[in-house]
């Protein structure tokens, strides 16, 4: 691998754009997640190189890589929709400002088209009660952010020779409850969790601190998250039991956390070798939402064919595509004002990206990304993992109504 100073900024810069491989849709959201991210790898190539460590940290994307609406993970310089990779799986070592959250969606089936006013009632009973799980007080957070309940009706693919209920829903939700520390583990964001941020260490790097957990630390918050993750799928399912009463269980995968310690989902959802499983992408409200069946990716032809071949080898980290096998969640949100990133204005520390909109005389710049209008991507995000053979559609899901409570 080439050579470069650790101690310059443009050096960094451009060695970390070396380091993301994007499989996303070309519209200004995915621009900004560019832009950012090469800032994020940036901080942990810088890291790396301080730990002793081959600063090869990557950020391969999925379609829908977009912008995160997370201040906090934002302004660290990451963006969302794809898989991290920050070294050795199996070395205790945890870049904690990406901030993993267990947050994943339930697939599940059910005979009959349930009533909303009756779910509506059934979640009323239990917003005002305290109720637990495994010790744990339960936090809703079905009314917050891009969280939801869609309920709709089932319309297999042509091809597909699934036996599929006739009606769905979609429950998508995380832990909030352990984000700070309980008498569970230390907390999963170390920006609310004192605790945590007790355990962490720091390396200040041109573009901002970066924190970590290692050794004995990475292991009890790696153990800690996997507990998270656990106890975000019991809660999605107890949600579902309350609104719904009996239903079938088709998928409840997780999207965004850790995968060891050195592979992060960021809005991405992992699959398996098992075949027939089921992966929701849920759209916009207004669109179908779809199950697919994942296929292994990224194949030699897939890596060929994206033109990543020869900068994968010589940058030593062809075996992180070859191992990608990720899916969107989602179409990730659109920002329709912008159309691209012409440059990152750096101004007393803090990033300002200045950003073609429709009327190219007129540009927008901003620094809090949460201060940006944005829509979701419809069926272009479907259309791309089609034509990147990531999947195969089992369903199509139409939408009957959506619950934000």
């Given amino acids: 691998m080439q050579a470069i100073s650790y101690m310059n900024k443009t050096d960094l810069l451009l060695n970390a754009r070396k380091h ?22 940036a901080k942990i190539h810088y890291a790396q190189h301080k730990l002793g460590i081959s600063p090869n940290a990557t950020f391969i994307s999925t379609p829908d890589e977009t912008i995160s609406r997370n201040s906090r993970r934002w302004s660290s310089g990451y963006g969302y929709g794809g898989k991290l990779t920050t070294g050795d799986p199996n070395d205790p070592l945890i870049f904690v400002d990406t901030k993993p959250n267990a947050c994943g969606m339930l697939v599940g089936g059910l005979e009959n088209l349930p009533k909303p006013d009756q779910i509506i009632k059934n979640i009323n009973k239990v917003l005002d009660s305290e109720i637990y799980l495994d010790n744990i007080k339960l936090e809703w957070d079905y009314k917050k952010s891009n969280h939801f309940i869609d309920v709709f009706e089932t319309k297999l693919a042509i091809k597909s020779d699934l036996q599929l209920p006739p009606y769905m829903f979609i429950i998508h939700g995380s832990v909030p409850e352990l984000r700070k520390a309980t008498e569970k583990g230390p907390g999963l964001y170390y920006d609310q969790s004192p605790e945590l941020r007790d355990m962490c260490q720091s390396i200040k790097t041109p573009f901002g601190n970066i924190f970590y957990v290692e050794g004995r630390n990475a292991k009890e918050y790696y153990h800690f998250y996997q507990y998270a993750k656990e106890l975000a799928a019991k809660k999605r399912v107890m949600a579902a039991e309350i609104l719904f009463g009996k239903f079938e269980t088709l998928s409840n995968p ?9 592979e992060i989902l960021l809005g991405a959802q992992h699959i398996t070798e098992e075949k027939s499983k089921l992966f929701p992408v849920a759209l916009r409200s207004d669109l179908p939402s779809y199950l697919i069946t994942a296929l292994p990716n990224l194949t030699d032809e897939q890596i060929d064919d994206l033109g990543f071949e020869n900068r994968a080898k010589k940058l030593g980290v062809l075996k992180n595509l070859k191992n990608l096998n990720v899916l969107p969640h989602g179409g990730g949100y659109k920002l329709p004002h912008i159309n691209q990133v012409r440059e990152v204005l750096e101004i007393d520390g803090e990033r300002f990206f200045v950003c073609e ?15 940006t209008q944005f829509l979701y991507r419809g069926k272009k995000i479907i259309k791309r993992i089609e034509d990147l053979n990531l999947g195969t559609i089992e369903a199509k899901l139409w939408p009957k109504f959506v619950l934000k409570i």
């Fill in 357 to 371: 909109q429709e009327v190219e005389d007129g540009t927008y710049i901003f620094s809090d990304v949460t201060a």
């Fill in 254 to 262: 997780v999207h965004q956390g850790l995968l060891s310690y050195g």
């Fill in 20 to 41: 993301y491989f994007s499989l996303g849709v070309d519209d200004g959201a995915a621009s900004l997640c560019r832009a950012n991210f090469t800032y994020g790898l």
